[in-house]
């Protein structure tokens, strides 16, 4: 295992051995406490451009489940084809794995997909770092290779346009109930799969395809990583179907921060942002609370949100949005994961609620 360091922008250094794929490699460092779930965020779109350290000490010790796919395309356990992080920094790699589905090791999958990985890193005191100082750029370099890796930059880049897909993708088409056109910002594939299960049939369209001239009734808005300031085009695009104002809409995460700017709301980074299976949310007007599963770095401001909008849910721990609604429309949206994959699943009713307005 050769030596690393983990430099970040602040000079802070953490030593540390590589167990993934040997490459330098630089992006926004950021933290996630979630206990499990590694081969779901490795493969959420989201992450693209981020190096991923994970709080809990232990990974790796239940492997890495096979990469096959369902008829319909969609992967059957991971959320997308391929791993979109940067990077993975750990504590304590587990060299060894069991688990019933597992078919190779974390470090195979790293370094099959060229992914490195580097473990011996006290990953609390790093946090520790990232929430006094705020998320920082950071590089991963080997020491005994001359620092020559150039500086990654992550806000005002376009990374929806990387990881969204390139041309129109139809599932159950024919066999649904009801049309969903479905904006992929980066979208994972358990919100296909949720939609799917409610027997409708989705027309998957680029980030900014301009769907309006379709056939459809309603409108998905995905997850996906990066500045959603980047993202104007599909703002453009969601703006022009709220020109029906009948038109059932859902958002998740980026969905929820586009949709809010086409509401005309603004949008600011969060200092460290949330990424765990824990965030707790207030549904507002009630005194529900769900505990959610969440990966996001900007956040939607509630003073912004026009007199047609209100906050549909607030994060307990800093107050911060977690989710709109139209007052009159059947528009709103979640700021976490309803579907998941990782996490918990107490917000899946969601689903529910956009497939009983098509
Ligand atoms: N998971 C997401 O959709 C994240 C949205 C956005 N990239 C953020 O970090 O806030």
């Known amino acids: ?67 096959t796919f369902e008829a319909n395309g969609l992967p059957t356990f991971m959320e997308s084809e391929k791993i979109h992080a940067e990077a993975i920094i750990v504590s304590d790699y587990s060299e060894k794995y069991s688990h019933w589905n ?16 580097i ?30 890796i150039p ?13 969204s897909c390139k041309e129109v993708i ?15 910002c980066g979208v994972k594939s358990n919100i296909i799969r949720c939609l799917l299960k409610r027997d409708v049939e989705i027309i998957r369209v680029p980030w900014n395809y301009d769907f309006n001239s379709l056939q459809f009734d309603g409108l998905f808005i995905s997850n996906g990583p990066g500045d959603p300031d980047t993202c104007d085009a599909a703002v453009q ?16 995460c980026m969905g929820n921060q586009l949709l809010s700017k086409a509401g005309g709301a603004k949008i600011y980074k969060l200092k460290y942002g949330h990424r765990s299976h824990n965030q707790p949310v207030r549904m507002v007007g009630t005194e529900r609370c769900f505990i959610t599963s969440q990966n996001h770095g900007y956040a939607v401001d ?28 059947p528009w709103f949206s979640a700021q976490f994961h309803p579907e998941a994959a ?10 529910d609620e956009f497939v009983k307005l098509l």
Do not use: C
């Open 302 to 329: 509630n003073n912004t949100l026009g007199a047609d909008w209100e906050p549909l849910f607030i994060n307990m721990n800093d107050g911060s949005n977690e989710g709109i609604r139209h007052k009159k429309n």
């Open 1 to 67: 295992m050769r030596n690393v360091t983990l430099i970040l922008d602040d000079g802070s250094r953490f030593h540390g051995k590589s167990f993934g794929y040997e490459k330098p490699v630089a992006g926004e460092v950021v933290f996630n406490t979630a206990m499990t779930g590694y081969p779901e965020s490795l493969t959420d779109p989201s992450y693209a451009g981020q190096l991923m350290t994970l709080t809990y000490p232990l990974v790796g010790n239940y492997g890495v489940p096979p990469f």
């Open 102 to 117: 597992a078919v190779e090791s974390l470090a195979d999958w790293l370094k099959r997909e060229q992914v490195p990985g």
């Open 237 to 252: 695009n969601i703006r022009k179907a709220m020109q029906n104002e009948k038109l059932p809409i859902f958002g998740i």
């Open 342 to 351: 990782s996490g918990p699943t107490d917000t899946e009713f969601l689903f």
């Open 119 to 148: 473990t011996g890193i006290d990953t609390r005191e790093l946090t520790k770092v990232l929430r006094e100082h705020g998320v920082m750029m950071g590089k991963i370099v080997f020491d005994d290779e001359p620092d020559n």
């Open 170 to 184: 139809r599932y159950n088409e024919g066999e649904g109930k009801k049309k969903v056109v479905l904006v992929d």
């Open 151 to 163: 500086e990654a930059a992550y806000a005002g880049v376009n990374y929806v346009d990387k990881v």
